[in-house]
């Protein structure tokens, strides 16, 4: 529950933060980084304006007057960035004063020692550029920090340490680590929960491109996938009269009708753990058997088939009275993925050919199958043949309906 409330603190934060110096113009990728430029560097002018309230109170006015000009110039310098959207010079002016302030504040203390080793502030000069710029610039803020560093050990004996006293020496060190570490942890925290949250998104797009195998193998390598397997079925469904409808249609309603009709169907392929192949304009491509082999693949697809007629005929999609044409057939297929872009997870063969000519060949409302889907099937399901018909590539070709399943 902490962590929830947490998460929903930063994000209500960073939505405030991401209004100042927005730009309609922006990508994701620079919108997040202007909120958390803003976030960081305005997030801290609490803490600052208490160093300073602290120093000046035990005397060192010279050390509080360094964190008092960051308090009165980081406000000043995001109204400027909130007007001019100038992301560059916000972000380097910003990270100038977060290095070089704290190592003059470490000066006016007299050394690492007395000053409680204030520098550690300035660590997240480099680690917030690590977030927000390119890692190249990030190095020449990290040789920076290295630099101020050995200065720092080399002004050291010429420094004369403040006049404060140990106790408070040794709580400010407890104070300066502990809000740097509590910074850094929070920054952390974020970019963890951020990058598990897109990396659980990629994967849950990859997985709906992909299967779960041929994904987990692309991410470990690249190559081409072509696995054999010598038993499948593959079911093609098409709308009847698709053309002339498609073409009283604007292509929006188009779309959304497709939509609607193809997110019933995946509802349908989930349930019977079959594999969605693809769609093609109005046809639906499914496969069982690839890429994990099953004993059941003809069965699977013939109820497949029979949920999706039921569905059909039970509703309007679009406002609309739908049929379809189904086609399956079982056979010998090789699955893969071929090509470097925009790659999908297919299937070639002879049976995904006569699978799509039984569709095409079929009736509206039918459920049209081969020999090999038939003697897969007909202890579980009424099939009742039909007049041979013509197939392009394959002759005349023995067919059968699909009429229901068989009672028990």
Not at 6 to 32: C, F, K, S, V, Y
Not at 126 to 132: A, E, K, R, V, Y
Not at 224 to 245: E, G
Not at 280 to 295: H, K, L, Q, T
Request: proline content about 5%; glycine content about 8%.
């Amino acid at each position: 529950m902490n962590d929830r409330r947490l998460a929903r603190w930063i994000a209500a934060l960073l939505d405030r933060a991401g209004r100042i110096g927005a730009d309609p113009r922006d990508n994701p990728e620079m919108t997040l980084q202007k909120q958390v430029a803003v976030v960081l560097c305005v997030g801290t002018l609490p803490l600052t304006a208490l160093w300073s309230a602290i120093y000046f109170a035990v005397g060192v006015p010279l050390a509080g007057a360094i964190p008092l000009f960051y308090t009165l110039f980081t406000p000043l310098n995001t109204a400027l960035f909130a007007w001019t959207r100038n992301v560059g010079f916000y972000r380097f002016s910003q990270l100038l004063t977060i290095l070089i302030l704290p190592w003059l504040v470490m000066l006016a203390l007299g050394g690492f020692g007395p000053s409680s080793v204030v520098i550690i502030w300035a660590t997240l000069c480099p680690l917030c550029s690590l977030l927000l710029e390119e890692l190249r610039q990030t190095m020449l803020w990290i040789v920076g920090f290295v630099v101020l560093l050995a200065l720092g050990a080399l002004l050291q004996p010429y420094l004369v340490p403040a006049p404060l006293p140990p106790a408070f020496v040794t709580w400010f060190f407890v104070l300066n680590i502990g809000a740097v570490t509590s910074i850094v942890f929070g920054l952390l925290y974020y970019f963890v929960g951020q990058r598990n949250f897109f990396q659980e998104r990629s994967e849950s797009l990859l997985l709906n491109i992909l299967p779960r195998d041929v994904s987990e193998t692309l991410k470990r390598e690249q190559r081409t996938i072509a696995t054999h397997h010598a038993a499948a079925s593959i079911l093609f469904a098409d709308v009847v009269n698709f053309t002339p409808m498609a073409a009283a249609m604007t292509p929006l309603e188009l779309v959304d009708l497709l939509n609607e009709v193809f997110h019933c169907f995946d509802g349908l392929v989930d349930r019977y753990g079959v594999e969605k192949i693809k769609t093609i304009g109005d046809c639906y491509m499914v496969a069982a058997g690839v890429p994990a082999e099953r004993a059941d693949h003809a069965s699977a697809l013939a109820g497949l088939a029979l949920d999706m007629q039921a569905a059909i005929e039970s509703r309007t999609f679009g406002g609309r009275r739908l049929a379809f044409r189904i086609g399956i057939n079982s056979g010998p297929v090789v699955a893969g993925v071929i090509g470097r872009k925009k790659f999908i997870y297919d299937l070639w063969g002879e049976a995904v050919n006569l699978a799509s000519r039984m569709e095409s060949h079929g009736q509206s409302g039918a459920i049209q199958i081969t020999r090999g889907t038939y003697e897969l099937i007909k202890d579980e399901f009424d099939c009742r043949p039909q007049i041979p018909i013509m197939v392009k590539g394959a002759g005349y070709t023995e067919i059968w309906h699909v009429a229901g399943r068989r009672s028990a």
